[in-house]
Nanobody, 116 residues
Framework: QVQLVESGGGSVQSGGSLRLSCVAS????????LGWYRQAPGKQRELVAF??????KYSDSVKGRFTISRDYSKNTVYLQMNTLQPEDAAVYYC???????????WGQGTQVTVSS
C-alpha cells in the first residue's frame, strides 16, 4: 500500500508560479513512477508529467514551463509550475505506479486556480 498526500495548490494570476508537493508513504521503491495528472471541469483527467528513476516526461502543453523533480530521501515529488495560464487551472492529482506489478495509487487532489 502507498499513501499520497499533496500540498501546494492555490490561486495565482496568469504568469505566476506555484509548486506542488506530494509525499508518498508506505511500500515505496526506487523504480516506481511518481507523477502528476490534472482534471479541469468537464474534461478528462490528463497526464501532466511523471518521473521514474532518471527519466522524466511532460505533456506538450506544459513542456518548458513545468518541472518535475523527486527527492528520494523524503519520498516526495514536486511539480514546479511557472508561467501559469488560465488553461492550467484544474485539480492536480499525484499519481504513483509500482514498477513490479503496475499497481496505481492516487492522491486526493489539490486545486490550482489561475486568473487572467
Amino acid at each position: 500500500q502507498v499513501q499520497l498526500v499533496e500540498s501546494g495548490g492555490g490561486s495565482v494570476q496568469s504568469g505566476g508560479s506555484l509548486r506542488l508537493s506530494c509525499v508518498a508513504s508506505g511500500s515505496t521503491e526506487h523504480f516506481d513512477t511518481l507523477g502528476w495528472y490534472r482534471q479541469a471541469p468537464g474534461k478528462q483527467r490528463e497526464l501532466v508529467a511523471f518521473t521514474r528513476a532518471a527519466e522524466s516526461k511532460y505533456s506538450d502543453s506544459v513542456k518548458g514551463r513545468f518541472t518535475i523533480s523527486r527527492d528520494y530521501s523524503k519520498n516526495t515529488v514536486y511539480l514546479q509550475m511557472n508561467t501559469l495560464q488560465p488553461e492550467d487551472a484544474a485539480v492536480y492529482y499525484c499519481y504513483y505506479k509500482t514498477f513490479l506489478n503496475n499497481i496505481e495509487y492516487w492522491g486526493q487532489g489539490t486545486q490550482v486556480t489561475v486568473s487572467s
